[in-house]
């Protein structure tokens, strides 16, 4: 399994995401030219992707779906929440999905889970094929027992970490956007992601990428040695900690799933 982040905050965010053949777009919150460039750089066709998966309808997440979808033939997987608000012209393409459910795509299993955000019926993702399990779960509010569950035995989570307390607090945001951003149907902040990773204990994931930080109300430092703190005092030094860029691919992931089960191949 392969995972790159595109782009990742409220300007935008995309992932591709590959396992044995089958590659999937995970948002396609950037402009459509953006994210063919992206395309372009890993060597996979937009035609021959199996879906745009979509966790909930709000910009950063679903700009480009209904276009990209269209000019190139790709299903939306997405909540009946969220495949209202794009108004396919092919609904045809619209492939609805619901939390706590599991779902073919191709070579991979996907399981969404519902999250609490301020849209109509948001979920998580997780995937797992037989090269790897990834989790993505962005813009939710606090996380529920339902989804701390997912967090469990991935190779790679990407969870939101959008804020730290005291930027938002002291920054330029307006009293009532301040108040969304920190409530149960806003974003995480570090220190909530960071709890909700040490809570699975002997069961974290191996590797995290921070996404979908704000960057008005956190930065990378703040992030990592955040999370990097808590994780510390629960014992997890080992989990690597990486941040999402806001505009640009910096991060792919390869599971080394594929490469042990290859090994005997070649002993
Ligand atoms: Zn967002
Ligand atoms: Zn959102």
């Given amino acids: 399994m392969q995972v790159w982040s595109f782009a990742s905050g409220s300007d935008g965010n995309c992932y591709l995401l590959e396992s044995e053949g089958t590659a999937v777009l995970v948002e396609c919150g950037r402009p459509y030219t953006q ?18 998966l979509l966790t909930h309808a709000h910009g950063d997440h679903s700009r480009s779906a209904r276009y990209f979808s269209q000019e190139h033939g790709v299903p939306i997987y997405a909540s009946i929440g969220t495949l209202g608000a794009l108004q396919l012209q092919n609904p045809k393409l619209g492939r609805p999905v619901q939390s706590g459910k599991t779902y073919q ?43 701390a569950k997912q967090f469990r035995d991935l190779d790679l989570l990407v969870p939101e970490a959008n804020y730290d307390p005291h930027l938002l607090e002291t920054g330029t945001y307006p009293h009532f956007l301040k108040r969304r951003v920190s409530g149960a149907y806003g974003h995480l902040s570090n220190a909530a992601a960071a709890e909700a990773i040490a809570v699975c204990g002997d069961r974290a994931p191996h590797v995290v990428w921070l996404a979908h930080l704000s960057e008005q109300n956190n930065s990378q430092k703040h992030a990592l040695q955040t999370v990097a703190r808590v994780l510390r005092r629960h014992g997890l030094s080992r989990v690597s900690i990486r941040t999402t860029h806001h505009r640009r691919s910096n991060l792919r992931w390869t599971s080394n799933v594929a490469r042990e089960r290859q090994l005997p191949l070649f002993a």
């Fill in 35 to 52: 994210i063919i460039d992206f395309l372009a750089a890993t060597g996979i066709e937009p035609d021959t992707l199996s879906g745009i």
């Fill in 105 to 147: 795509v191709g070579q991979m299993d996907l399981k969404p889970f519902a999250v609490p955000h301020d849209c109509r019926e948001p979920l998580g993702f997780r995937f797992e094929s037989g090269t790897g399990r990834a989790g993505i779960a962005t813009d939710l509010g606090w996380v529920p027992p339902n989804v």
